[in-house]
């Protein structure tokens, strides 16, 4: 699938709480939930704008999708299953709560036409699941994810890094779980403290303490190295830009170019670790040919940081090496 989502947002209702971090109108910058008919609406117009529908899916986001009530459910599935076709999208896909899949759901999730299910794990600790309010175990995340992936669904998980209780180490434990249970996609969502949560008062009481932004963004390049070096795909890492987001930050990890910072700090680090310490010189650095700019880093940050230390790095595209690999030629001065 390549051609991205028509990207349905369901707010909220079919949650059984409220999670520490959630303000779910903020999130998906919508407050209204979809009816058949406004579904009906989207894909129509979404059907008559894409050059390529068979390479785009039908997406449920925002809420808890398969906890929401019963007839709704098949109601807002009925109306998308109707724009899946030969001609037309080529699957739907939700995002779901752990605890809301079983047996049953799945079936009709099928039946549907649904092909992706994305599970909201945030974290495989129980206690910060516990300490954020999310009302699941990570022995739910593993129920579901082996249920899910025994009916045949593509599965995605997305998972928190900074929440509250939570610390580095923790979140590269979730990470290892994760690659256990062999996910085909991940989201990362480094937290984002919005107004209006309890993570929000907690932050602004001073109980809930953030690691620094760029500890954030190591840690979330050590994941991407991780998840890849694993054949587990990362389709996000970061929330969307959205002025929403921004506007109702009191704290926390958003930036809009949140992964290209990540995969600046990847190759950083995959540089630093073959040049010796007190290398000065230039440095060839070969890379896939569509890293390029990852590799020079997000506003060239990367040739600048080497350029400090008296290297100067002069990056070449190599068919023969894959994402996040790279060669490097020297010469001393
Ligand atoms: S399950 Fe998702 S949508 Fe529901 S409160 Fe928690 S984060 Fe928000």
Do not use: W
């Not at 894409?50 to 709704?72: H, L, N, V």
């Not at 910072?261 to 950083?268: D, F, M, R």
């Amino acid at each position: 699938m390549s051609g991205g989502n028509i990207s349905i947002f369901v707010p909220h209702i079919g949650c059984p709480n409220m999670c520490s971090f959630c303000n779910q109108r903020t999130i998906s910058g919508e407050t209204n939930a979809p009816t058949a008919e406004s579904v009906r609406e989207v894909c129509e117009f979404a059907l008559k704008q894409a050059k390529s529908p068979q390479t785009m899916q039908i997406a449920f986001f925002g809420g808890s999708f398969t906890a929401i009530d019963r007839e709704y459910m098949t109601e807002l599935l009925e109306a998308a299953s109707g724009f899946v076709s030969d001609n037309g999208f080529s699957g739907i896909r939700i995002s779901t709560r752990p605890d809301a899949i079983n047996e049953e759901i799945l079936g009709i999730l099928m039946h549907y036409g649904v092909r992706a299910i994305e599970l909201g794990a945030q974290s495989m600790n129980d206690e910060v699941l516990l300490a954020n309010d999310r009302g699941h175990s990570a022995e739910d995340v593993r129920r579901a994810s082996a249920l899910i992936k025994s009916f045949g669904f593509e599965l995605g998980l997305q998972i928190m890094t900074g929440l509250y209780k939570s610390t580095p180490d923790i979140d590269l434990d979730t990470m290892r779980e994760v690659i256990r249970i062999k996910p085909d996609t991940v989201r990362i969502y480094p937290t984002v403290i919005l107004n209006g949560t309890k993570l929000g008062e907690l932050y602004q009481s001073g109980e809930y303490k953030t690691v620094s932004f760029d500890d954030m963004v190591k840690l979330c390049a050590k994941m991407l190295l991780e998840f890849r070096k694993n054949g587990i795909k990362v389709i996000r890492c970061g929330l969307h830009a959205s002025d929403n987001v921004s506007g109702e930050q009191v704290g926390g990890f958003y930036h809009p170019a949140f992964k290209e910072l990540c995969e600046s700090e990847v190759y950083k680090s995959l540089i630093k670790a073959q040049l010796p310490d007190d290398f000065k010189g230039s440095a060839t650095v070969l890379v896939a040919d569509d890293c390029i700019s990852k590799a020079l880093g997000h506003k060239k940050s990367n040739a600048e940081y080497f350029s400090r230390r008296g290297v100067s790095l002069n990056v070449k595209g190599d068919g023969a090496l894959d994402k996040y690999q790279c060669r490097i030629i020297t010469q001393e001065t």
